[in-house]
């Protein structure tokens, strides 16, 4: 990258972008599709988010990336993998050619070659309170990536992690603003039905929450959206 003033600039722009969008996936689909755009040679990017040993494609560019991380799950090792697991400690890696390196990940790497990639990036999304996720850049050239491209993409990811997790509380918040709103639907609903106290009332939805091992926002909904407790059977 030859113009680092006008990357700069794109990032600044990309910066304000990030924390415009209207929710978590949004930020995320603007994370890979950025990828593709800044980082030169990036064909694909994708999020792994690593769940113990499962493995989760988030905002995938193409369908590469979802065959990519649905390969190193199944065989249960890859790029990807160390960089989303914090015990490996290493934040990026850089594969300049799968062809060099089977002796790694000998399960991954002679199935990613059927995939036709060449080289790729991959660079750990995090903050100081937590590990995100890993961002992965994908090219089917072997060499595509150069020293220069690893660290317009180190900049990517520090923008993207402080987005990411900035897009996941401002979600957490309104899923519990949503979740408090309906229980104090509900609980209004059974103290005027059944002429409760909102301690009665609120007792009686944890007591059917436990009781149907269901969660208590979606008793709390089905009690708003049939005007009392469902019965037994429904």
Not at 135 to 153: I, W
Request: aromatic share 6%.
């Amino acid at each position: 990258m030859d113009d680092w003033r006008g990357f700069a600039q794109q990032m600044a722009s990309l910066a304000r972008d990030l924390l415009a969008q209207e929710s978590l996936n949004d930020t995320l689909e603007r994370i890979t599709t950025a990828a593709t755009e800044l980082v030169a040679d990036c064909d694909a990017a994708g999020i792994l988010v690593l769940r113990g040993n499962r493995v989760q494609s988030l905002a995938p560019t193409h369908q590469v990336v979802v065959d990519s991380d649905e390969l190193q799950g199944r065989v249960g090792e890859g790029p990807c993998f160390d960089a989303a697991r914090t015990s490996a400690g290493e934040r990026q890696f850089r594969i300049a050619d799968f062809t060099d390196e089977a002796e790694r990940w000998p399960k991954y790497v002679p199935e990613a070659r059927k995939l036709h990639l060449g080289s790729m990036m991959g660079f750990l999304l995090f903050t100081e309170d937590e590990d995100l996720g890993a961002l992965n850049l994908y090219s089917y050239r072997p060499g595509a990536f150069t020293d220069t491209d690893e660290t317009a993409g180190w900049l990517l990811a520090s923008h993207a992690a402080v987005a990411f997790s900035s897009a996941r509380t401002h979600a957490q918040m309104q899923e519990a603003i949503g979740t408090r709103h309906t229980i104090g639907e509900a609980m209004g609903i059974l103290m005027g039905r059944h002429r409760l106290t909102e301690d009665q009332a609120f007792a009686a939805l944890r007591r059917y929450s436990q009781d149907h091992n269901v969660k208590l926002r979606e008793v709390a909904a089905q009690v708003c959206a049939r005007g009392g407790l469902p019965r037994a059977g429904e």
